[in-house]
Structure formats: C-alpha cells, structure tokens
C-alpha cells in the first residue's frame, strides 16, 4: 500500500520561506518520478514541480522559477520543495504525488502566506 505523507505547511509572511517534505512508503522510492501540485481554494489542482527518479532532471512551474527548489533523498524516500520569496497567490494545499501519471497522493498540506 504506497503512503504519502506530506509535513512542513504553516502561516508565513510573504516574502518568508518554508520546506516542505513528502514522506513515500509502499514502493519503491527510488524508481519513481515525484512531483508537487497545489491547489488554491476554489481553483483547480496545478502542478508545481517535478524531479526524476535519480534526480538529475527537474521542471518547474513557470510561476515558481527561482523561488522554488524540488529536491529529494532516496535513501530517505523523502521529497522535499523549499519554498523561498513566498507570495500570497502561493496560497494553497500542498500535494506531493508520485509514479506514473502522478498515480499516487498525498493527503495535502496546507500552506498559507499572508501579505
């Protein structure tokens, strides 16, 4: 059964930072491309960013560029997205997916940035 478990959301005054970080069990970590979407109230899901299994490629939302960083530890089974220059519009709960057409999620983690 693939669990993820996402930690790190929380209140942060634009401008300000936070990492978030997914937790994977139930496969194998290592093989599997992970991603990070959001999604704003009333808005639909969006993606964010995405990293390779090995994680020598990454892509980003162009909204993100340069503020965002996806990073991961397979010896961990653990993805990460530090989050830096926050804005309000970054508003949102927070879903790490992983595999295949992004067929596994997370519960969410909120995340919300006050002007």
């Known amino acids: 059964q693939v669990q993820l478990v996402e930690s790190g959301g929380g209140l942060v005054q634009a401008g300000g930072s936070l990492r978030l970080s997914c937790a994977a069990s139930?496969?194998?970590?290592?093989?599997?491309?992970m991603a990070w979407f959001r999604q704003a109230p009333g808005e639909e899901r969006q993606f964010v960013a995405r990293i390779t299994p090995s994680g020598d490629r990454t892509y980003y939302a162009d909204s993100v560029k340069g503020r965002f960083t996806i990073a991961r530890d397979n010896a961990k089974n653990t993805v990460y997205l530090q989050m830096n220059s926050l804005k309000p519009e970054d508003t949102g709960v927070y879903y790490c997916a992983a595999g295949m057409l992004d067929r596994y999620w997370g519960q969410g983690t909120q995340v919300t940035v006050s002007s």
């Open positions: 139930g496969l194998t970590f290592s093989r599997n491309t």
